[in-house]
C-alpha cells in the first residue's frame, strides 16, 4: 500500500477543490480494503475526482481503488458484466464491444469511474434513458466494519434502492455488476441554431428525436447553438445526413459544444457511424473533455415542466451571460433509486459549464436556483450548488430511509463527512 508522497497538492479533476486531507492509500485487493476500513476511523474513497464539489473529501484520509480495475466476469447469458469498482467507463467501453456487448448509456465523458458516477447518479441523455446507475444489478461493498456484503437487485430490494446511488456514504463499494446489451452502432448528427420557439412548439418531439439528445445554449439569443442528436444504427447502415430539424441546419464539419473550442476532443459526428462508447460521450478518452478550466452546476426538473424551466431561466439571460461557457439540456428516464433525482420522475437536467471563478458563480447559482424554484430543482450529486440543505433534502422522500440504511451500514459515521453533515444530515 503506497500513501500519497508527492509534493503535489491533492485536487480534484478541474482543480477548484483542493482535499482536506493529503492521506491517500491504493489499496490493490479487496482483502487491503477491508484492512485499511478496520484500521480507521474515519475513510472516504476517492474515484477519478471528476467531482466539483466536496462530497469526496475527507479531513483524515482517502483510499483510491485505482487499482482494482479489472473485468472479472461476463456472463453473456444473464447479459451481466462485473467489474472491480476503480475500472473507468473508456476501459470498460472498448471492452464489452469487441466481446460483443454494450451499456446503455454513458455520461459525456468516459474518464469517469463506475463507482463514483453511480453512486453520484451520473446520467447521460434519452427520454428512454435511466441515468448510469439504473444499469447497477449488484454491488459488493466493504462496510464499516470492514465486512464484505453483496446486494443485488432481485435479492435486497430496499438496501439495493439505497445503495446504489449512496453518495459515498455506505461503505466502499469494491465491484459492480452492470446490466448490458448486444453492442450497437451509433451516429452523431448535430445542427445548428435550433429556436426556443419551435423548441416549445415540438418539444417532446425535438428531445425523443434521437436515441440521446443534448441541447447547447448560451442563452443569449433564445436559441440553442447546437442540437446533438444521437441514433442507434444498423451497422453498414447507409448514412443519410437530412439538412434541416425543426428549422435548425445540419453542421458541415464537427463541432465542440463551446462552439469557439477545437472539436478535436470531440467524438466523431457528421453522421459517421461508430461503436456506442465511442459516440453517447462528447468526448474522447485521451483527451481533455469539456473545456478544463471550468466549474458545473447542474439542476434537474420534471421532465413534464423541462420547457418552462428553460423559459425560467432564459430570463436570466444578462446575468448568466458572463459566467457561462456553454448549457447542456438532457433528459433522463424515470428510476427507483432513493437518492436519484429522477426518483418516480423522469427529467430535464439543466447543465451550465462556468468559469472558475466562484466568487461570481457562487453569487449566480442562487439567482438561477431562485428562478428554478416553482419546479423543484435537484442539484446533480456531484456539481456546484448553493441550495439550503432544508430545500434539497425536502425533495428527497425516501431521504429518512436512506439515513436508515446508511445508520445499519455505517453506524459510526466512518464514512461521513462535510458534504454528507450539511447535505443528508442537515448541519
Ligand atoms: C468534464 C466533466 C464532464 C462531466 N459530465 C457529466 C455528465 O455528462 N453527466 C453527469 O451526470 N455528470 C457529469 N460529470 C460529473 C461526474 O461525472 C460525476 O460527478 C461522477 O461522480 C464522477 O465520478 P468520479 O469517480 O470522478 O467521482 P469522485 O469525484 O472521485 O467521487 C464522487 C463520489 O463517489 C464516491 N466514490 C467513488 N468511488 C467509490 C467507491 N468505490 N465506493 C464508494 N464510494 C465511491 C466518493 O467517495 C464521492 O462521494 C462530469 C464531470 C466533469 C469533470
New binding site residues.
Given amino acids: 500500500m503506497i500513501s500519497w508522497q508527492q509534493r503535489k497538492k491533492l485536487i480534484?479533476?478541474?482543480g477548484n477543490i483542493e482535499y482536506s486531507t493529503d492521506k491517500l492509500y491504493f489499496p490493490e485487493t479487496v482483502e487491503q480494503v477491508q484492512q485499511l476500513v478496520k484500521k480507521y476511523e474515519k475513510l472516504?474513497?476517492?474515484?477519478?475526482?471528476?467531482?466539483?464539489n466536496r462530497?469526496?473529501d475527507s479531513t483524515d484520509q482517502m483510499i483510491s481503488?485505482k487499482s482494482l480495475d479489472q473485468v472479472i466476469s461476463l456472463d453473456t447469458k444473464a447479459l451481466r458484466v462485473t467489474v472491480g469498482?476503480?475500472i473507468k467507463y473508456g476501459q470498460l467501453g472498448p471492452y464489452l464491444h469487441e466481446k460483443g456487448f454494450a451499456l446503455h448509456n454513458l455520461?459525456?465523458?468516459p474518464h469517469?469511474?463506475v463507482?463514483?458516477?453511480c453512486?453520484?447518479a451520473?446520467?447521460?441523455s434519452g427520454v428512454k434513458n435511466g441515468n448510469l446507475s439504473t444499469a447497477v444489478a449488484a454491488i459488493e461493498m466493504v462496510t464499516a466494519d470492514g465486512e464484505i456484503i453483496q446486494l443485488s437487485r432481485e435479492k435486497d430490494g430496499e438496501h439495493f434502492k439505497a445503495a446504489v446511488v449512496?453518495?459515498?456514504a455506505l461503505?466502499?463499494?469494491?465491484k459492480v455488476t452492470l446490466d448490458i446489451q448486444p453492442t450497437y452502432m451509433v451516429r452523431q448528427d448535430v445542427y445548428e441554431n435550433l429556436s426556443f420557439g419551435q423548441l416549445k412548439n415540438h418539444f417532446d418531439e425535438i428531445l425523443s428525436a434521437g436515441y440521446s439528445v443534448s441541447l447547447f445554449t448560451d442563452w443569449q439569443n433564445q436559441n440553442c447553438s447546437e442540437v446533438w442528436v444521437k441514433s442507434r444504427v444498423s451497422e453498414g447502415a447507409k448514412f443519410e445526413l437530412t439538412n434541416d430539424f425543426f428549422g435548425a441546419k445540419a453542421a458541415t464539419k464537427n463541432l465542440h459544444p463551446i462552439i469557439t473550442l477545437s472539436a478535436e476532443n470531440c467524438t466523431e459526428q457528421m453522421g459517421v457511424p461508430g461503436p456506442w462508447y465511442d459516440r453517447l460521450p462528447h468526448f474522447r478518452m485521451g483527451f481533455t473533455?469539456?473545456s478544463g478550466k471550468e466549474l458545473?452546476a447542474e439542476y434537474f426538473v420534471p421532465y413534464r415542466h423541462g420547457m418552462e424551466a428553460i423559459l425560467a431561466v432564459s430570463r436570466l439571460a444578462k446575468q448568466v451571460g458572463p459566467q457561462l461557457m456553454i448549457t447542456e439540456i438532457r433528459t433522463i428516464a424515470v428510476d427507483d433509486l432513493w437518492m436519484s433525482p429522477c426518483y418516480h420522475e423522469p427529467c430535464m437536467t439543466i447543465h451550465f459549464t462556468l468559469k472558475q471563478n466562484w466568487n461570481e458563480v457562487s453569487k449566480l447559482l442562487p439567482l438561477i436556483e431562485k428562478e428554478l424554484e416553482p419546479f423543484n430543482p435537484k442539484p446533480?450529486w456531484?456539481?456546484l450548488f448553493t441550495m439550503t440543505a432544508k430545500k434539497l433534502q425536502s425533495r428527497y422522500e425516501k431521504l429518512s430511509a436512506f439515513k436508515e440504511v446508511i445508520k445499519h451500514y455505517d453506524p459510526h459515521g466512518k464514512f461521513r463527512n462535510k458534504f454528507l453533515d450539511r447535505n443528508i444530515y442537515g448541519f
Wanted: with cysteine; glycine share 18%; proline share 2%.
Fill in positions: 480534484n479533476w478541474a472516504k474513497v476517492l474515484g477519478t475526482r471528476h467531482c466539483f462530497i469526496a481503488l469498482s476503480g455520461a459525456s465523458l469517469i469511474s463507482a463514483g458516477a453512486t453520484t451520473t446520467h447521460g449512496g453518495l459515498g461503505g466502499v463499494i469494491t473533455p469539456s458545473q446533480h456531484g456539481k
